[in-house]
């Protein structure tokens, strides 16, 4: 009996430490980013929720659902300005399913929440570091790169002339 005791101890200190990553997390973003234009998140947020509430319970911790591909495609339709936070929301959506209403289950929905809001912001942040290197990247090598007379396609600089990427045409390099 006081394995049991210690055991759930535990889950409800992991419970409010992510509860609180959760709700840390959305007030950062809120500083920082506008919500996306509820026209636009709304749509995504209840595409989201269905797919969260079918989703499959693999175990306890695991859940199985097509969902991440909707806050995926969301965080690229919502731009630059508002896509963590309108990740982080739809991620909030997530916390709980048909089972832990079914079994009234209070431990696992927080848990969830934290969980799913901040992989959304973390998710967002790496794209968002990603796109902002790619871009970097992209303006040093094109410049003012022509479009490739081959084909119509932008081409990059490959030392002082530019070469196509698409069909491998260039600007009278050898």
């Given at each position: ?42 749509p ?54 048909q ?8 431990l ?8 799913y ?58």
């Amino acid at each position: 009996m006081p394995e049991l005791k210690r055991l759930e101890g535990k889950k409800v200190r992991l419970a409010v430490l992510y509860a609180a990553a959760g709700i840390g997390s959305l007030v950062v973003l809120a500083l920082f980013q506008e919500f996306p234009p509820l026209s636009v998140w709304i749509p995504f947020a209840a595409a989201f929720a269905f797919l969260e509430w079918r989703s499959v319970e693999v175990n306890e911790r695991l859940k199985a659902s097509p969902s991440v591909m909707v806050a995926l495609v969301a965080g690229v339709v919502f731009g630059r300005g508002s896509a963590a936070l309108g990740m982080a929301a739809l991620g909030a959506l997530g916390m709980l399913n048909q089972r832990d209403i079914r079994e009234r289950r209070v431990l696992v929905p927080i848990m969830n929440f934290g969980q799913y809001v901040v992989t959304e912001t973390v998710t967002e942040t790496v794209m968002a570091g990603s796109a902002a290197l790619v871009d970097s990247a992209l303006k040093e090598n094109m410049g003012d790169a022509p479009v490739c007379s081959n084909c119509g396609h932008m081409t990059i600089r490959n030392g002082s002339c530019y070469v196509c990427l698409t069909c491998g045409d260039t600007t009278g390099c050898s």
